[in-house]
């Protein structure tokens, strides 16, 4: 007889804008769950690009020795604003980033996403996928040497670990806010979601869901993807909902969920959609003792 998916019958409350969520749905479908969106953040470009323009119109023009991605969302700005300022034609899909610029990111799927967007990509951590895993692993050999023009463009509430680190080797990254985390949805005119994405058809519910009900009925765990959609979920929620699972996907996101009364049943060992539903299977599933 055919043994079910490990997931089978069950169902995730993913918080994350479908254009985001193609690949976790895909992978939980695969293990035999169910997803249902609830978008409770998005991410839109600053008002003011100035700062990012500049950034770009450098990298086409080879003025940065480094290139550090930490997140798509940071390509999916760049792409925009490289398009707005003429430097990417209609339908084209790599960066004008100079032959000689080398480029970090933080984690195997940026890396992927840079490779899409025609970037050869020198460092990528591949343990810790994190600012601190990016500093920590980052090959001596290739290290920018004090003096070097590093390009850091990043997230407006981006943490402060990867240019205190950049620093400590005596390098002055050149900081640009690419883009805001806000409160889903953007602002039409400066939402940055991803084209390429596709939009999957699970169940959709607003963001204010939560704040009457912290969860759906038939709801078996609620997957965190970012601290700020911790933040932003418990705003709406108030407090965890009792007996709820939760499972984050790396150390800061279990962090912020325990800073706020939640222990995460789960962590994923790898940031990805693999990764978290491995982790929601071990929490179902714990292997016996002296196993695995």
């Known amino acids: 007889m055919p043994q079910s998916p490990p997931l089978a019958g069950r169902t995730a409350l993913l918080l994350r804008s479908a254009d985001r969520a193609a690949p976790t749905i895909a992978e939980l479908a695969h293990r035999g769950a169910a997803t249902v969106l609830c978008p409770v953040i998005d991410f839109e470009l600053p008002e003011d690009t100035s700062a990012l323009d500049d950034g770009v119109q450098r990298l086409a023009d080879g003025g940065f020795e ?167 979920y418990l705003a709406l929620a108030g407090s965890p909902p009792p007996d709820l699972m939760a499972v984050a996907i790396g150390d800061p996101t279990a962090t912020e969920l325990r800073s706020n009364g939640w222990e995460p049943a789960g962590i994923a060992a790898v940031p990805s959609p693999a990764g978290l539903a491995d982790a929601w299977q071990r929490a179902l599933h714990p292997a016996p003792p002296g196993v695995g």
């Open 66 to 232: 480094w290139l550090v991605i930490t997140s798509r969302t940071t390509l999916l700005a760049l792409a925009r604003r490289a398009a707005a300022r003429g430097l990417m034609s209609a339908g084209d899909t790599s960066l004008p980033v100079a032959p000689g610029t080398r480029v970090a990111v933080v984690g195997e799927a940026t890396a992927a996403a840079c490779r899409a967007a025609g970037l050869r990509v020198d460092v990528v951590p591949a343990h810790d996928h994190s600012a601190r895993g990016m500093l920590a692993e980052w090959p001596t050999a290739l290290r920018p040497t004090p003096g070097s023009v590093v390009f850091m463009p990043q997230a407006d509430i981006a943490s402060p670990t990867l240019a205190e680190g950049l620093g400590a080797w005596g390098i002055d990254p050149v900081i640009a806010t690419a883009y805001r985390t806000v409160d889903a949805p953007a602002a039409p005119g400066r939402a940055l979601a991803d084209p390429a994405a596709g939009t999957p058809g699970p169940d959709l519910l607003p963001a204010d869901l939560a704040a009457a009900h912290g969860a759906p009925p038939g709801i078996d765990v609620v997957l965190f993807t970012s601290p700020s959609i911790v933040r932003r």
